[in-house]
């Protein structure tokens, strides 16, 4: 059998291909800079702002209302603060910003705290997203519920109670639009949609391939649905890895690689180079690094016994570099690979009962799962250990026995975590 042509001919085109990309990124890195200083530097803008998030919060005695925002003009996220109380989500926004030099270049990149003033409030326009928000809505009578379904499907923002609810499940990855929930859509379009190709293809192309035909069609559609829920960093990565994935498949070259991995992300940096301080990209792409590690290290095992490879060996695997950032630990958590299986059904079913108006049915089960108690303690990695893992990690790439220490290493980790909660 013949070997796939492999991505790059040998490591030196690889390295410097990536040199490339790296000098790309430092270049728009600095026009960044520029940008930033030219932020910092003026006493006030006024712009106008989407509402993503709205909480209260108090402090000395006082209680205010803290928004995460979004300003299209100058495409940054930042928290701001009010004392007005009403609901602002549903409102168009416009700010009077008072930047300082205390916000420092890496605040800007990511989400910062930039005062502000309302200098303006007015209803939102209409939107084809808002009415389908509404119609999520209307098919539920607990708003956590809502709020829930509105994420996983059109990637808004949760609110406070349910995010925490979610992080000791340990489903965050769930609930975040990603490339999981791509590759379920995916594989449901591809499911309904070569029936129909066929029909075509039987009588008028029988010389296609429907691989290339349908994938394409897919790309495109995927493609819409990740420009109109806003392209969240998890979910953009996904798509650019499915799109480089599907051209590599049509030209016949070597797919699963972690040459691949690597140059796709030094594209997404190169072209949103913001994502260098976004924590749901950098862990959606260690997601896939797992699952790259696992189906190297287990490729003779059959279609079924992967799968329960991958969604039981990407919890365990993950679990030291999650807890250098997310301290929260619950026996609950261990329930995570089952519901993350579970998911692959849930999904595609709970979109399809949506369309019919009848969204609610499971309703009481999620209710339930989102309302359990449990303890929980803190448990935080060390940077210096997280550090450790990685290396250990990229080790283990290139050597059987460095795996099997990781696994170990990853075992003994999630082993010290759960025991205080059996014993």
């Known amino acids: ?244 994935g599907w051209s590599l498949l049509v030209m016949g070259m070597e797919l699963l690689s972690f040459a691949f991995l690597v140059t796709v992300l030094m594209l997404l940096l190169a072209l949103f180079p913001k994502m260098l301080l976004s924590l749901a990209f950098w862990f959606s792409i260690l997601g896939v690094f797992y699952i790259f590690l696992l189906l190297q290290r287990f490729k003779g095992l059959n279609k079924s016994l992967m799968t329960l490879m991958i969604s039981f060996g990407i919890f365990i695997l993950m679990l030291p570099l999650v807890h250098m950032v997310f301290p929260v630990t619950s026996s609950l958590q261990l329930y995570s690979p089952l519901l993350s299986l579970a998911f692959s059904l849930f999904y595609p079913l709970s979109i399809a009962l949506h369309i019919l108006g009848i969204g609610g049915i499971f309703d009481s089960l999620l209710l339930g799962l989102f309302t359990l108690a449990s303890d929980s303690i803190d448990i935080k990695l060390p940077v210096v250990y997280g550090i450790g893992y990685l290396l250990l990690s990229i080790g283990a790439i290139y050597s059987k026995w460095i795996f099997h220490l990781l696994l170990l290493v990853a075992i003994g980790f999630m082993g010290w975590m759960f025991i205080g909660f059996m014993i």
């Not at 991505?7 to 270049?27: G, P, R």
């Not at 995460?68 to 416009?94: C, G, M, P, W």
């Not at 594989?187 to 949609?193: H, R, T």
């Open 1 to 244: 059998m013949l070997e796939k042509p492999k991505l790059f001919l040998n490591l030196k085109e690889f390295w410097l291909v990536m040199a490339l990309l790296a000098l790309i990124i430092v270049v728009r890195l600095s026009f960044l800079y520029g940008d930033y200083q030219t932020f910092i530097a003026k006493p006030f803008y006024y712009t106008d702002v989407e509402v993503l998030q709205q909480y209260q919060k108090s402090k000395k005695g006082k209680t205010y209302t803290i928004l995460r925002v979004y300003s299209q003009d100058l495409d940054i996220h930042f928290f701001t603060r009010t004392h007005r109380e009403e609901n602002l989500l549903d409102k168009a926004v416009r700010l009077k910003l008072f930047p300082n030099q205390r916000v420092t270049f890496s605040e800007y990149l990511r989400t910062s705290f930039i005062s502000s003033e309302i200098n303006a409030i007015r209803s939102k326009a209409k939107t084809f997203k808002s009415k389908l928000l509404k119609k999520i809505e209307h098919q539920h009578s607990d708003s956590m519920i809502s709020s829930f379904y509105q994420g996983i499907f059109l990637a808004t923002p949760l609110p406070k109670n349910l995010r925490e609810q979610i992080s000791t499940l340990g489903i965050s990855h769930l609930i975040a639009l990603s490339g999981f929930h791509l590759a379920i859509l995916s594989g449901v379009l591809f499911f309904l949609l070569r029936p129909l190709y066929r029909i075509f293809q039987q009588r008028y192309f029988p010389y296609r391939f429907d691989l290339i035909d349908i994938g394409f069609v897919v790309l495109l559609i995927l493609g819409w649905y990740v420009w109109f829920v806003e392209a969240p960093d998890s979910l953009l990565r996904s798509y650019m890895m499915m799109l480089l």
